[in-house]
């Protein structure tokens, strides 16, 4: 288990190195970045943020989407891939929350895992970025860095929430999460990371581990 300290260190200089940690996928509404962080899935947030402005145009409220001709959806969202499965779940989501929400997207983890296409790390993104709530979103930058900085040993998205739930104050929770995306594709890339300029180069087991030249 790390240190309070050095957690402590770690997310002073994430807050120093990106003091907006700002959500990469762009919207108005709270339903906006539900169904963004749908179309996400296997896709990057750069072509999710050219397809939602069209989808959204034509489909302007939860009614408009939850009445959607499924074909159409089909076609505006085609460009994220699994496009008949992500139709799917935006067009029976809608009518879940026109229908028993009162058009409103829900406030607790509990609900919002009962719509179609959402799952934890959705919910928390939801929970953080719309109701302001600690929230901890397990996406593959938070995977591939807090393992990379030796915060867990595990790639499995259920078990780092849980551990980073242990180690993360509940105000600053949420916030980490963007600011590892941020850091992830700046500087801690998947394919060759720039280590020698890496803020969180003292803490981080990789470079530690990392064989000398």
């Known amino acids: 288990m790390p240190k309070k300290a050095d957690i402590n260190r770690i997310i002073r200089l994430l807050e120093e190195c990106y003091p907006e940690p700002i959500c990469a996928l762009e919207f108005k509404k709270d339903y906006e970045l539900l169904y963004a962080a749908r179309l996400a899935a296997q896709c990057t947030d750069v072509r999710v943020n050219t397809v939602t402005p069209v989808l959204f145009k034509r489909y302007p409220t ?3 989407l939850a009445a959607a001709d499924i074909n159409e959806l089909e076609k505006i969202v085609h460009p994220c ?5 992500k139709a799917r779940d935006i067009a029976a989501a809608s009518a879940m929350l026109v229908g028993e929400f009162n058009s409103k997207v829900p ?5 919002l895992l009962r719509l179609p296409g ?16 600690p929230a ?5 930058h938070c995977i591939r860095l807090t393992n990379r900085i ?3 040993n595990t790639k499995d998205p259920a078990k780092i929430e849980t551990e980073l739930w242990k180690i993360l104050p509940p105000d ?11 850091h992830g594709r700046a500087v801690c890339t998947a394919r060759s990371p720039k280590c020698s300029v890496c803020i ?10 990392k064989p000398s030249k």
């Open 107 to 111: 406030d607790t983890m509990e609900e």
């Open 118 to 133: 959402v799952g934890r790390k959705t919910a928390n993104l939801i929970l953080g970025d719309v109701f302001k709530k």
């Open 200 to 209: 969180l180069a003292g803490f981080c087991s990789y470079i530690k581990n």
């Open 172 to 182: 600053k929770s949420s916030d980490f999460c963007h600011r590892l995306v941020l």
């Open 136 to 140: 901890v979103v397990v996406d593959t």
């Open 81 to 85: 891939g699994f496009y008949k499965v």
């Open 150 to 152: 030796g915060l867990v």
């Open 62 to 64: 939860l009614e408009a």
